[in-house]
T-cell receptor, first 113, second 117 residues
């Protein structure tokens, strides 16, 4: 089955700096890679996703890159703000019936004002 | 739509008791997932259903755990008997998917925080 590794497990950045989280996956058939943000005590919510036919996608201060050959993808947050503090999860899915999502272990991001 | 609805939000039970967690997916979604979240193990997929049929239950820890989806709008996760190590937040999520290239966003419920004492 799919295995998703995520690094780092914790990340502390100064407000205004960039944050980068990296994930690797094992199943070459995976074709959908979402990122979820989970604030303390809340549910995970999708912030951005990328499909295997695209190498990069950007939404305001958030961008995701995908390298299918190397089987890794990354989340980039620029100009970090205190409200970016949360746990971020990457996930991978091969898109077969059910769209089973396998999650990485999560990265706790702390943005220091 | 109110989103994915889970009940109860919090559950405290004594070891050995039966616990039933409930989930109502978003109307029209055809896949439903049960996840368990702990600090040590992160988000673990327990089981998922597609069109009400269990597809993969390899994440169910042991026979004490069972899940059902009698119809498209309701699913339960049951633990019998419960143990302290089952304490965690249990999330239900739903999505719509059809075919190999139709991945869509998974929407999570607010979770059930289970404490077994």
């Amino acid at each position: 089955g799919e295995n998703v590794e995520q690094h780092p497990s914790t990340l502390s950045v100064q407000e205004g700096d960039s944050a980068v989280i990296k994930c690797t996956y094992s199943d070459s058939a995976s074709n959908y890679f979402p990122w979820y943000k989970q604030e303390l005590g809340k549910r995970p919510q999708l912030i951005i996703d990328i499909r295997s036919n695209v190498g990069e996608k950007k939404d305001q201060r958030i961008a995701v890159t995908l390298n299918k050959t190397a089987k890794h993808f990354s989340l980039h947050i620029t100009e970090t703000q205190p409200e970016d503090s949360a746990v971020y999860f990457c996930a991978a899915s091969r898109g077969a019936a059910g769209n089973k999502l396998t999650f990485g272990g999560g990265t706790r991001v702390l943005v220091k004002p | 739509d109110a989103g994915v609805i889970q009940s109860p939000r919090h559950e405290v039970t004594e070891m050995g008791q039966e616990v039933t967690l409930r989930c109502k997916p978003i109307s029209g979604h055809n896949s439903l997932f049960w996840y368990r979240q702990t600090m040590m193990r992160g988000l673990e997929l327990l089981i998922y259903f597609n069109n009400n049929v269990p597809i993969d239950d390899s994440g169910m820890p042991e026979d004490r755990f069972s899940a059902k989806m009698p119809n498209a709008s309701f699913s339960t996760l049951k633990i019998q008997p419960s143990e302290p190590r089952d304490s965690a937040v249990y999330f239900c999520a739903s999505t719509f998917g059809q075919g190999a290239h139709s991945n869509t966003e998974a929407f999570f419920g607010q979770g059930t925080r289970l404490t077994v004492v």
